[in-house]
């Protein structure tokens, strides 16, 4: 996608904009937008050329950290500002846009192509595994909050202990499949090939480099222009966390998982789409968690409201039914934008708070 | 089974009690419900038949179609009279009574005949996608009811929108199970053996109309008797759409996937069983709630009451434990069948509103 | 483990302290659980020696029973003391600490020493659906019981009929296990070498019966010294049930469960982690509410608490996640023992009633 280069040239449009007119708020929000998405087609191209070095499994867990460390950043610069909710949000709208629009799209655009495409069940259980943990992670805080009424300080070491618990699960999660379990996502025939030309390794890591500062950089405008957005547009800060701000927060994932999969590479697309969400949940939640008691004005909780909660429960059920046969057709990409866009449809009725 | 076309006699008495004597109302509505079984094992007869002509799971569509075209009559002429809550009421039952109680006898009766039955694991998979889906879409509006207090109208539109996207899925499906992927829903050798026996197809074609339009008559009848029998028998209208008016709508599927499961036709009982239920979702719910809008006093809403989705999500649970392995034993039909016992002794000690 | 003997001198022990000093409630509390977990060891091993003979499977469902003989014992003695929510608390403690800890542990330790360990998916599947069953058993009075306040009398009847169908379900699960579909849970190779050692069968009975007979005197101690002692720690009888009373319960099932997955025998291990947790639902739980008409001041009901339904929905689907695909790795373990602290972290943080 060479083409993508000129887009480029939002990035500094949206520096130039965001500090000349920061009071237009909407032109801030959505050049901030549009300088992302060049920035994370840059992330994905250098993830997916250092991925045909490492193999396939591999490849797509570098590319579910890097999509994920556009997350992080946004998430880091929304608390700073004090815009829980918006971060939750955004958080929630990771976790479902992953499963049911990236992977999605990646089953209906290469299931289009390829009759039926095959994946690795177990990697593929293990995913959707780690992502049930990272549900319940998530559930039972909110469970908690609504049963425990002004039990602030408890609620406050659970969570905190709950996050420890999910840091911990995901650095072993990450000693299985990077040291004893290794091949089961190892390197495929397919990348085999890719691996052999000569990579640029030098170059590709700058270009990461620079995009993830350049990514930083637009976010702060991106977040300081969201609430008085939303506001223009008529939608809530929930929507616009849940859709808006996640679906730029994962172009990266999307971009590459789709091309992995119209590529018949079906274990680095799950790798990606399940791997990242799993990410949000046991790594980036947690993460921003711990960091809220140092960089927020108050601590973050982790108590989603209950239509996050009912996405995230269904998204988690919906990939599983997809995945545990290790198979997937065009319909089942057709049936996951189903529940995607039936999903972003009750976050948009919803009334805010 | 010829002895059944005696039974046919009840249609006929049905309609003259039903005009003579139309404030009898229990006799009315037990003269209905026993005149409705033989139209409905005619339906069965004639659509297996020339399902034998058509192979295995478009014959398992052709039934799940005939089968709810009882439905949505029965459906469209109680929305006429008003009776929204029965209605939802049959559609969950409908829903919850093809996957447990239909596909439970069907495994309970085949699995004393063979002791294990093999099915397609990924025609198996989709279907329950699609039933977890078609879940999802009675999930989302029944809680967003519950979280957006007099919104009344954003819920309509949310409900009409959701309605869209069901039925486009829908449309969708049946090109995946029609077209692309046709061979995955294709004739087994066994079947192939029926399907070279001369059928008579308009003789099939004809029964199949003139009892649709048989049930059209007597639906009319039973759904006029069934508030008053209610009253009559001590059960709640809840219970009476979910259990009784559910059963007898679906009567033809029931025989169907009994007898195809006998026989060891795995494929077809689940195709008729889940399609069923899928359909019902998918296509009888949103068409019934567009129709609404033309026929009814008021437009229908989706909002389920809580037992229905707690209901709806169990079966949904149950029949994807059950079918993913591609396997089924009696024990699971004795499972399926103890779920749904359960489920309608709490709807009938469910008190009515 | 021979070392285990002696710890059975803490059985005489408690027996003393229990007597001589009976309002020392910590000291007896928890020279109760010193002393049940001999017993239950001696339980382990009397039944892992006649499960040699008897087959994997086989062996597995005796295992649970002797292991489900302390619970009702402990069970029948709280209620007939009025405990009704501690009984129900370690019913709930049972079923998700089989499931998550006995079972977690076993798929970690086993997999600690092999890298994949295989089982039968079948047997699998049917235990899980089991499980699926139980947990509706509990979630339907729980549900019914928030929607229909104040009828007392509809609840009662409901609870029982409902407890006869999950006996009913249970009696035919081990006419399935037992006679039409023994082969599933057969002899498998490796242990039909162990059975060909001479086992004094006799002498293992025995050790059953006395050990069984213990148990029961040192949990009357151990139940009548619960209240006091989890007030003396500052846990309420809540967690006390769910973690403490449960984990010294289901002792001899961990013990073996453990064992077995070492000795890379994951079908027992799964047989005994997931047997007991679907017995305790449909068999001890029922024969406890049967009992309470009897024994108990006033009949026990079956309403969990909101967060024990979580909990226990929750492990069904972890554990249908996790062996779903007839493989475990220790990552799946770690997963299981995650979700397993998360859950006890809520009950040990929830405030009491």
């Known amino acids: 996608m060479p083409s993508g280069r000129w887009f480029l040239a939002a990035v500094p449009l949206a520096l130039v904009v965001g500090h000349v007119w920061p009071e237009r708020h909407t032109l801030v929000f959505f050049t901030s937008v549009v300088a992302i998405l060049p920035l994370a087609a840059a992330i994905g191209r250098a993830t997916e050329a250092l991925a045909g070095r490492l193999g396939g499994g591999i490849g797509g867990l570098l590319n579910a950290t890097f999509g994920n460390a556009a997350e992080l950043i946004i ?46 069940r177990t990697a593929a259980g293990l995913g959707t595994t780690m992502l049930l943990l990272s549900a319940i992670g998530l559930v039972v805080p909110a469970v908690f909050h609504r049963l425990a009424h002004g039990m602030t300080t408890s609620e406050l070491r659970l969570d905190t ?15 299985f499949t990077l040291r004893t379990h290794r091949s089961l996502y190892g390197v495929s025939p397919h990348q085999e090939a890719n691996a052999t030309e000569a990579v640029d390794v030098r170059r590709w890591v700058l270009i990461l480099i620079a995009a993830t500062v350049a990514v930083a950089f637009v976010s702060e405008l991106l977040v ?59 790594f980036v939640a947690p993460v921003l968690l711990l960091l809220s008691y140092v960089i927020a004005p108050a601590p973050m909780d982790l108590h989603f409201s209950t239509f996050e909660l009912v996405a995230i429960g269904i998204s988690v059920l919906a990939v599983s039914f997809i995945a ?28 805010g708070t």
């Open 224 to 282: 300081r222009a969201v609430a008085a957005t939303s506001q223009a547009l008529g939608m809530t800060e929930l929507f616009v966390g849940v859709v808006v701000v996640a679906l730029v927060g994962n172009a990266a994932e999307h971009l590459s998982a789709v091309t992995m999969a119209a590529d018949n590479q079906m274990d680095a697309a799950i790798a990606i789409a399940v791997g990242s969400s799993t990410q949000i949940a046991l």
């Open 75 to 120: 998430g880091a610069l929304a608390l700073r500002e004090g815009h829980v909710d918006l971060v939750k949000a955004s958080l929630t709208g990771s976790i479902i846009g992953n499963v049911l629009l990236v992977f999605g799209a990646a089953a209906l655009v290469g299931g289009l192509k390829h009759p039926v495409q095959r994946f690795n």
């Open 324 to 351: 545990h046969d290790g198979e997937t057709h065009w319909m089942e990409g057709v049936q996951l934008l189903a529940i995607y866009v039936i999903l972003a449809l009750g976050f948009f009725f919803l009334p």
């Open 161 to 175: 202990e709950i996050a420890v618990v999910l840091l911990v699960t995901y650095g072993l999660s990450l000693v």
